[in-house]
């Protein structure tokens, strides 16, 4: 597995162009098989599209012959070098890697390579950017083609954060490398090279909104009906489902996906499903993701239980509403591995008994959170207590098991089942009350959130 420059062949050490000089098949992109000089005698083969599903049968198919694989810069750092790994293992490949667009963009701007921040958008949402947004971080986005400069300038501007200061490196180490350089919000090149490199010195326009990465954000940033766990139990629910790198939630119930998103933004590795039998509440929470940064959210429409036959197997799982819907928490309890989290939140009486039945039967911890806000009271300020919400949250007995490995990262994760029907409808689950603090005391469906 050889890495290669905008500087080709001249860019390569003797010890690389011996090995491509050996191979009988060399696979790359086009671009990158055009830079090999004649004396590289192997057949060569573009990569088909989509790329990733054909990596097992190309390289079952030339397994005997000599094989050279090309890839941009270094073929670890978000390159095809994740892929061959995990289809043949690390001890079947060699690598000769190059330097980086990264490492490259770095010694060309100043920038400490150990604090800045790195997005891809190749294969991934424009809207993945946005969690990295925060006033005074830079940021180097590897663009997904000639039109991402743009895109991401208009996104910037819409976000609040206009004022950054953009440039685009193209066709780093290379002898046509140059630099653009503007403000995102007057940005005013059009297109250019393909192959660019976008640095970001991220400024904040006024009263752009401040997005925390701590769980517990402001209740309008998301879009709702009502269907909302409140920020201070939204903070305390996050805290208990503890999620670390990698883990998986099922968020059961997903109202306006506030749990599974903040879930998310905890780490980018981090995956989630949120399950929602509501269309329309589906489709919102999908909106909100991606408003913050998480476009990667899986969103399954359909009842619980029956939506989670189908679904990966959880580190946690959040019930924010439909308790007694017949099956639900067996359902979720047996889904559980050793060691993984569940937790529950409900504002009725006949859930709390559910839920004070499970607790003597499993143990965990089972509290009650109460929140009152100052409001106006004449010419006087008292308060206005929101519905108390009863939660449980318990951590199945056994040896807990290491989070799966991130998605490849050519992609977003696939964590679920996208959005759509999962399964057979199921019955639907009573109307339950759900706590939505100062504005609304009752709700339905069994995919409400307190």
């Known amino acids: 597995m050889v890495g290669i420059g905008a500087d080709g062949w001249a860019g390569l050490a003797e010890p690389t162009r011996a090995a491509l000089r050996a191979a009988d098949t060399v696979i790359g992109g086009p671009r990158q098989l055009e830079l090999l000089p004649p004396e590289v005698v192997a057949a060569r083969l573009p990569w088909p599209s989509p790329l990733r599903p054909a990596v097992p049968g190309l390289l079952a198919e030339h397994a005997d012959r000599r094989l050279a694989v090309l890839a941009s810069g270094d073929p670890m750092f978000h390159g095809i070098g994740r892929a061959l790994a995990e289809t043949v293992g690390p001890e079947r490949l060699r690598v000769f ?21 790195v997005v891809s958008l190749v294969g991934r949402p424009l809207d993945t950017l946005t969690l990295a947004l925060h006033p005074g971080r830079r940021l180097l986005v590897l663009s997904a083609d000639a039109g991402t400069p ?36 007057d940005w005013p090149y ?18 752009a909104p401040r997005r925390s990465l701590v769980p517990g954000l402001p209740d309008d940033a998301y879009e709702s009906d009502g269907q909302l766990t409140k920020r201070h139990v939204r903070a305390a629910t996050l805290a208990a489902l503890a999620p670390v790198p990698g883990e998986l939630l099922w968020d059961v119930g997903g109202g306006s996906g506030s749990i599974a998103i903040e879930w998310l933004r905890a780490h980018r590795s981090c995956r989630a499903v949120s399950v929602e039998r509501d269309p329309v509440r589906a489709e919102r929470i999908a909106r909100n993701a991606a408003a913050l940064g998480v476009p990667r959210l899986a969103v399954v429409t359909g009842p619980a239980p029956a939506a989670l036959a189908e679904l990966p197997t959880p580190d946690a799982v959040f019930i924010g509403g439909g308790l007694t819907a017949p099956g639900l928490l067996e359902a979720c309890w047996d889904a559980l591995p050793p060691g993984g989290r569940l937790v529950a939140n409900t504002v009725t009486l006949e859930s709390e008994a559910l839920l004070a039945a499970w607790y003597r039967r499993h143990g965990g911890e089972l509290l009650r959170l109460a929140v009152a806000h100052a409001v106006p009271v004449g010419g006087f300020t008292g308060w206005r207590q929101a519905m108390p919400v009863t939660q449980w949250s318990v951590v199945k007995p056994g040896e807990p098991q290491a989070p799966a490995a991130p998605a490849e990262a050519g992609g977003p994760a696939e964590p679920g089942a996208p959005t759509g029907p999962a399964g057979p409808a199921g019955p639907a689950a009573p109307e339950e009350p759900q706590s939505t603090g100062r504005h609304q005391a009752r709700t339905n469906t069994q995919g409400a959130h307190t």
Request: glycine share 12%; hydrophobic share 35%; charged share 20%.
């Open 97 to 117: 890697p190059h330097p980086s667009s990264v490492s490259y963009a770095c010694a060309r701007l100043g920038w400490p390579l150990e604090d800045t921040e």
């Open 150 to 185: 743009a895109a991401v300038a208009a996104l910037l501007t819409e976000r609040g954060y206009g004022p950054s200061r953009l440039r685009v490196l193209e066709h780093l180490g290379g002898p046509q490398e140059r630099q653009s350089d503007g403000c995102a919000e």
């Open 190 to 207: 059009g297109p250019g090279a393909a192959l660019n490199l976008i640095a970001v010195e991220c400024a904040a326009a006024p009263g």
